[in-house]
């Protein structure tokens, strides 16, 4: 048995030396940049999200934007929760949906919120996490309701407050 696999590895041995190279750096990879690749799953399937709502233009957020880049401003830090807002949210439903004034309001109360995720007041993550989206939350009736003639934006801030407080 073992010289039949003796044989097997000296006509394959490419191959198979192709195979456990893959293996391991794929092993290490996993390992070493997990973060990096749970937010790039993330950010993928949340492009699309935006993406969708803004063709089928829904009158509400269903996606859980605002909670993911709140999670990896504090988790990752700044720059990955504004990569995340930007390349996960803001292109995807500027392409699909255009932007109006309300766009630049939204976009920069998102970065505010982005920014105070990043500096990590508390260590408490879910109560931290929960009080930032109840500041983004209250800023955003603000802002539809002064800025927006449109009532269901109104309604759409906490619609999407309290769908993605489930989310948490």
């Given at each position: 048995?073992?010289?039949?696999?003796?044989?097997?590895?000296?006509?394959?041995?490419?191959?198979?030396?192709?195979v456990a190279l893959?293996?391991?750096i794929g092993i290490?990879?996993?390992?070493?940049?997990?973060?990096?690749?749970?937010?790039?799953?993330?950010?993928?399937?949340?492009?699309?999200?935006?993406?969708?709502?803004?063709?089928?233009?829904?009158?509400?957020?269903?996606?859980?934007?605002?909670?993911?880049?709140?999670?990896?401003?504090?988790?990752?830090?700044?720059?990955?929760?504004?990569?995340?807002?930007?390349?996960?949210?803001?292109?995807?439903?500027?392409?699909?949906?255009?932007?109006?004034?309300?766009?630049?309001?939204?976009?920069?109360?998102?970065m505010f919120i982005?920014?105070?995720?990043?500096?990590?007041?508390?260590?408490?993550?879910?109560?931290?996490?929960?009080?930032?989206?109840?500041?983004?939350?209250?800023?955003?009736?603000?802002?539809?309701?002064?800025?927006?003639?449109?009532?269901?934006?109104?309604?759409?801030?906490?619609?999407?407050?309290?769908?993605?407080?489930?989310?948490?």
């Open positions: 048995m073992i010289k039949k696999f003796l044989k097997v590895c000296k006509k394959n041995k490419r191959c198979i030396i192709t893959t293996t391991l290490l990879t996993i390992a070493l940049f997990r973060n990096i690749l749970v937010f790039l799953g993330f950010l993928v399937v949340n492009a699309f999200l935006n993406y969708y709502q803004g063709r089928m233009e829904f009158q509400f957020d269903l996606t859980p934007s605002l909670v993911l880049v709140i999670i990896f401003s504090i988790k990752l830090g700044l720059g990955y929760g504004l990569l995340f807002l930007f390349l996960g949210s803001v292109i995807p439903s500027v392409i699909a949906a255009g932007f109006n004034h309300m766009t630049f309001l939204f976009v920069g109360l998102a982005a920014y105070l995720g990043s500096l990590g007041i508390t260590d408490n993550f879910l109560l931290y996490g929960l009080g930032l989206i109840v500041i983004q939350s209250v800023f955003g009736y603000f802002i539809a309701r002064f800025f927006s003639g449109e009532p269901m934006t109104v309604f759409s801030v906490y619609l999407g407050f309290f769908l993605k407080e489930e989310i948490l």
